[in-house]
């Protein structure tokens, strides 16, 4: 069954350092998401990303983040300059159609860890 | 607008009984209700979700009942089993491209 893969599933940095996370979505979808999710909290909407651009992004979402489809494969998310507070669970996801019309299918997350 | 009240915040049920899960919304502009799994280590993944034009849908053990006028939407599983054991979201869509997840319930099915 195809699926989205996420890596590292584990990332530990230093405030201040760079971080890219990495996401394989599925091969035939066409949008893709990144949410976070904060130990204990509710999961939270980041950025969606079609036809090569981002389509919606939320608050947090701000210029210390940014998205790239480097090549037909893979869909990523750098943090520029990590902060405390960016520690949380990251999930990617992607799916055929607007979230709307179809089913999104999750990544099993990045957890990362910012010290 | 935006915000999704999900209750309770954790429920225990016995092995056999009907655990069921509330979501309320303020943004009438949601057109597409769905209910996550998650488990834990695992990302969320989609349990069952409905459409507004139709009160209920069951799919197996897992029912959801929509009530577009008091803007509430529930997950009903009957015939809980240990395995159900996980937290679950529901994530109106609508407008925007983009999930609103509910807080969570996480459910406990004893044996």
């Known amino acids: 069954e195809p699926e989205v893969t996420q890596t590292p599933s584990h990332q530990v940095t230093q405030m201040g350092q760079e971080v890219i996370l990495r996401c394989v979505p599925i091969s035939n979808h066409l949008y893709f998401y990144w949410y976070r999710q904060i130990l204990g909290q509710k999961v939270e909407f980041l950025v969606s990303?079609?036809?090569?651009?981002?389509?919606?992004k939320s608050e947090i979402f701000d210029d210390q983040f940014s998205v790239e489809r480097p090549d037909g494969s893979n869909f990523t998310l750098k943090i520029r300059s990590t902060k405390l507070e960016d520690s949380a669970m990251y999930f990617c996801a992607s799916s055929e159609m607007r979230h709307s019309n179809t089913e999104a299918f999750f990544g099993q997350g990045t957890r990362l860890t910012v010290v | 607008q935006q915000q999704v009240k999900q209750s309770p915040q954790s429920l225990i049920v016995q092995k056999g009984g009907i655990s069921i899960i509330n979501c309320a919304y303020e943004?009438?502009?949601?057109?597409?209700f769905p209910w996550y799994q998650q488990f834990p280590g695992k990302g969320p993944a989609l349990l069952i979700a409905?459409?507004?034009?139709?009160s209920e849908k069951k799919e197996g053990r897992f029912t959801i009942s929509f009530n577009k006028s008091a803007k509430q939407f529930s997950l009903h599983i009957m015939d809980s089993q240990p395995g159900d054991s996980a937290t679950y979201f529901c994530?109106?869509?609508?407008?925007?491209?983009?999930?609103?997840f509910g807080a969570g319930t996480r459910l406990a099915v004893h044996p």
């Open positions: 990303f079609y036809n090569n651009e981002i389509s919606e």
């Open positions: 409905i459409r507004p034009d139709v």
């Open positions: 994530a109106p869509v609508g407008g925007y491209n983009k999930l609103i």
């Open positions: 943004n009438t502009a949601f057109d597409y």
